[in-house]
């Protein structure tokens, strides 16, 4: 089971060097100023699959584009 | 006695590629795909008018909200994507393709989308727990009537006539889109298991055989073999890599994911 947390861009690349963290390419939001990592183990701050899922459903992380 | 419902002494006489071959990738519709970028730089995806090709993807549980099966985009230029994906609209499930061109071009000459609901012929409902195997054959020339078509667990479902228009591409992913750039969205929390590409638009005869009365087979001993080939999580691949069998060697790589995530089931 993987856990999931949210990380300022910024602050990206010191949580993926954790051997705990089990992201490699991670994915961002539209604005790319935040990303969703995922952990071996709990950490501070985590949410579930649940969670990570609706959160990710939001339209901060994704929204349908208009047709032309 | 049974190992993964084969008997010990029928395992025996098994290739071990064939007993590797019980594995798929079960995404979380979060943060795993699979890169398949080395796919669409090949070029062998491209609309440019004169390529002809195929593209199938055995799957099942991908959800009932809008989730990317397969996609490709290039690095430069909003709106340069093509993909296929499933979707629900309350309980009618669909299947569809959409392509663009640019910011205000698609490359149908309908319009971005070509949808199939599982009430029309031959249409599925892609969330109903059994495996599902979805082709898109493309003949890329320019204003083609018929060029483009959708292939649903064997059977013709959709065609879509082809705009003026073309796309060249760089990037893929498996399980989620890819677009304007290398951005992703839209994961599916499918399982998928076999995936492949062909330089040739398949005939409805040969998409028939990809089925194979729905359960996967080794593609590459039909005519003509997928140029990529890939069954996650099996040929001896060390995760987090997808070994391309096909004809030109193309691996993949699982991203985000675990070892947890290669589960023991396969369209069978």
């Given at each position: 089971m993987k856990h999931?947390?949210?990380?300022?861009?910024?602050?990206?690349?010191?949580?993926?060097?954790?051997?705990?963290?089990v992201t490699t390419n991670p994915r961002y939001n539209l604005a790319k100023d935040r990303a969703i990592l995922s952990f071996r183990v709990s950490v501070d701050g985590c949410i579930n699959h649940e969670e990570a899922l609706a959160l990710v459903h939001g339209p901060e992380w994704q929204s349908e584009e208009d047709e032309p | 006695m049974s190992m993964h419902g084969v008997t010990k002494a029928f395992s025996a006489a098994l290739s071990p590629a064939s007993r590797f071959r019980e594995k798929s990738f079960k995404l979380d519709g979060v943060e795993d795909r699979v890169e398949m970028d080395a796919v669409a730089a090949s070029g062998v995806l491209d609309w440019d008018h004169t390529k002809k090709w195929t593209v199938s993807i055995w799957f099942k549980d991908p959800g009932t909200d809008l989730a990317t099966l397969w996609s490709v985009t290039r690095s430069v230029g909003n709106f340069r994507w093509l993909e296929m994906y499933t979707n629900y609209s309350g309980a009618t499930g669909q299947v569809g393709f959409r392509g663009y061109a640019?910011?205000?071009?698609?490359?149908?000459?309908?319009?971005?989308?070509?949808?199939?609901?599982?009430?029309?012929?031959?249409?599925?409902?892609?969330?109903?727990?059994?495996?599902?195997?979805?082709?898109?054959?493309?003949?890329?020339?320019?204003?083609?009537?018929?060029?483009?078509?959708i292939y649903l667990d064997g059977l013709l479902a959709g065609t879509g006539n082809n705009?003026?228009?073309?796309?060249d591409f760089e990037y893929m992913k498996v399980g989620a889109r890819v677009s304007n750039g290398n951005n992703t969205s839209f994961y599916s929390p499918m399982v998928v298991s076999q995936f492949s590409v062909y330089n040739d638009e398949l005939s409805a005869a040969q998409v028939a055989n990809i089925w194979a009365g729905g359960r996967t087979i080794d593609e590459r001993g039909l005519t003509p073999a997928p140029v990529h080939f890939y069954r996650y999580g099996n040929d001896g691949a060390v995760f987090p890599n997808a070994v391309d069998i096909g004809s030109v060697g193309t691996n993949g790589r699982a991203e985000n994911m675990t070892g947890l995530e290669v589960v023991a089931e396969h369209p069978s």
């Open positions: 999931y947390k949210v990380f300022d861009s910024g602050d990206v690349a010191d949580a993926i060097s954790s051997p705990a963290c | 640019d910011s205000t071009h698609a490359l149908l000459a309908s319009g971005t989308t070509l949808a199939v609901n599982d009430s029309a012929t031959n249409g599925i409902l892609p969330n109903d727990g059994n495996w599902h195997n979805v082709v898109l054959t493309v003949d890329s020339a320019s204003g083609a009537t018929g060029g483009t078509n705009g003026v228009r073309q796309n």
